[in-house]
């Protein structure tokens, strides 16, 4: 529709308005088109087709809709229209992101089992290994605790073999 055929339009729709009832009859339906007659059909037909702004009742008479009460503008309803199409971009390009996420989780839906194995196994090998060293370390402190309790008693003897070597005079 253009620009022009717009404006017409919100000028029936706020006509309409101005009608307690919102009910006009044909006559003054036609009326409002002064002179324009070629576009009188194409706006019939966009505002009760189209839009459902306009329904007919019976013969002689229009009424204004529900969403024809609730229209403000074409411009308001272009910016909704946006606002719409906007949340459709968005929410296709989530599904989207969210189908290519689950497309790679089944294909290596294997892998997290494997990497918890493989760590599961490299973490009993190390604690293994850490158990051996321990072993290990406290076979030495105990072959050094040894040598110490034989170096104190042979520095024992070595002290009774000097005092008895040195009698006190």
Same mark, same amino acid.
């Given at each position: !529709?253009?620009?022009?055929? *717009? %404006?017409?339009?919100?000028?029936?729709?706020?006509?309409? %308005?101005?009608?307690?009832?919102?009910?006009?009859?044909? !006559?003054?339906?036609?009326? !409002?088109?002064? *002179?324009?007659?070629? %576009?009188?059909?194409?706006?019939? *037909?966009?505002?009760?087709?189209?839009?459902?702004?306009?329904?007919?009742?019976?013969?002689?008479?229009?009424?204004?809709?529900?969403?024809?009460?609730?229209?403000?503008?074409?411009?308001?309803?272009?910016?909704?229209?946006?606002?719409?199409?906007?949340?459709?971009?968005?929410?296709?390009?989530?599904?989207?992101?969210?189908?290519?996420?689950?497309?790679?989780?089944?294909?290596?839906?294997?892998?997290?089992?494997?990497?918890?194995?493989?760590?599961?196994?490299?973490?009993?090998?190390?604690?293994?290994?850490?158990?051996? %060293?321990?072993?290990?370390?406290?076979?030495?402190?105990?072959?050094?605790?040894?040598?110490?309790?034989?170096?104190?008693?042979?520095? !024992?003897?070595?002290? *009774?073999?000097?005092?008895?070597?040195?009698?006190?005079?």
């Amino acid at each position: !529709m253009k620009e022009e055929d *717009k %404006k017409l339009a919100e000028e029936i729709i706020l006509n309409f %308005k101005s009608h307690e009832s919102g009910i006009v009859n044909a !006559m003054t339906f036609s009326g !409002m088109f002064e *002179k324009r007659s070629d %576009k009188r059909l194409l706006i019939i *037909k966009t505002l009760i087709d189209d839009y459902h702004f306009i329904d007919r009742v019976g013969t002689h008479a229009y009424r204004l809709t529900k969403e024809g009460w609730e229209f403000t503008s074409f411009n308001e309803l272009e910016k909704i229209e946006l606002e719409k199409n906007n949340r459709e971009k968005i929410e296709i390009e989530n599904i989207q992101s969210n189908t290519k996420l689950n497309r790679w989780l089944y294909k290596t839906k294997w892998l997290p089992l494997l990497l918890s194995f493989l760590a599961l196994l490299l973490s009993i090998y190390f604690n293994y290994q850490d158990k051996n %060293k321990q072993e290990e370390l406290q076979l030495k402190i105990e072959n050094n605790e040894k040598s110490i309790d034989t170096l104190k008693i042979e520095n !024992m003897n070595l002290r *009774k073999q000097v005092i008895n070597l040195n009698p006190k005079k």
